[in-house]
C-alpha cells in the first residue's frame, strides 16, 4: 500500500509552489520592466526623429503617414490634445483642426447636392482643389484622421464603407441593408433604374420603390426623366464622378 506524504512532506509540496509562484512573479515583473524601458528609448527616438523631420512630417503626406505609423506602434498618439509636446513641436493638431474645419465646409457646400453623404475621393479632390496654395498636401489617410477627431466633438461626421467605396456621412442619416446595396449597385455608372435593381437584386418591384423612395426622401438620390429608353434613372451623387467638382471652387 502507497503511503501518503505526512505533513512535513506537504509543507515543503506548498513551500515549493510558493517559490515557483514568487519565480514566475519576478520574471513578469523583469519582462515588463524591459518592456518599459524599451518603450522610453522607442519614444524617446521618436521625439529625436520628429525633431529631425519635422518639415517632412508636415509637408510630405507619405512621409506623414509613415510616422504616424511609428507612433501607433509605440502607443503614442501625436493627435490626443492640441496642447503638449507633439502639438507644439509639431503643429501637427493645428494641421487637423484646419482640414477638419475644411472638411465640414466642404460637406455643408454640397449637402444640397448630395444629401450629407459624400465619397471620400471626392471630398479629398475639393478639399485639394481648396487648398491649391498650401504646400501641405491632403491625403484620404489625413482625413480619415481628421474625421475620426471630429467624431470625438460628437458632429455625426462618420465613415461608412459601400462596396468598393469610401463615404463620408455628415448627417445622422441611418441607411440599411437595401440603401446600402443600391449604392453598391450604382457605384457601376452612377445611378440605377427600378428595372435594374429589380432583376440585378431579384427584388418586387414595391422593395425597390420603397428603398429609392426613402434615398430621394433623404436627398441622396437624384431623377432624370430624360433617358433615351424612357426609364426612370436615379442618379446618386455621392457615388457619381459626374458631380465630383461642382462647387469645388466655391
Known sequence: ?????????????????????????????????????????????????????????????????QFHEMCANVGVDPLASNKGFWAELLGIGDFY????????????????????????QELCNHLRQRRKK????????????????LKVLGSGFEVITIGKKKLVRSVPTELNKDHNQILELAQGQGFVTVEEVQRRLSWTSGRVIDALETLLEEGLAMIDNGSKDGKCQYWFPCVSSVYSFVGSDT
Not at 483642426?97 to 457646400?109: H, N, P
Not at 498650401?134 to 477627431?149: F, P, Q, W
Open 1 to 65: 500500500m502507497r503511503r501518503r506524504p505526512g505533513i512535513g512532506g506537504l509543507q515543503k509540496a506548498a513551500a515549493a509552489r510558493d517559490q515557483y509562484r514568487l519565480l514566475g512573479e519576478n520574471v513578469a515583473k523583469l519582462r515588463t520592466d524591459m518592456m518599459k524601458e524599451q518603450l522610453a528609448t522607442f519614444k524617446s527616438q521618436l521625439e529625436e526623429f520628429a525633431r529631425k523631420h519635422k518639415n517632412d512630417i508636415r509637408k510630405n503626406p507619405a512621409f506623414r503617414a
Open 134 to 149: 498650401d504646400r501641405e498636401a491632403v491625403t484620404e489617410d489625413d482625413c480619415l484622421r481628421a474625421i475620426s477627431k
Open 97 to 120: 483642426y484646419e482640414l477638419g474645419v475644411q472638411i465640414i465646409e466642404v460637406c455643408m457646400l454640397t449637402r444640397p447636392l448630395n444629401g450629407g453623404l459624400i465619397s471620400l
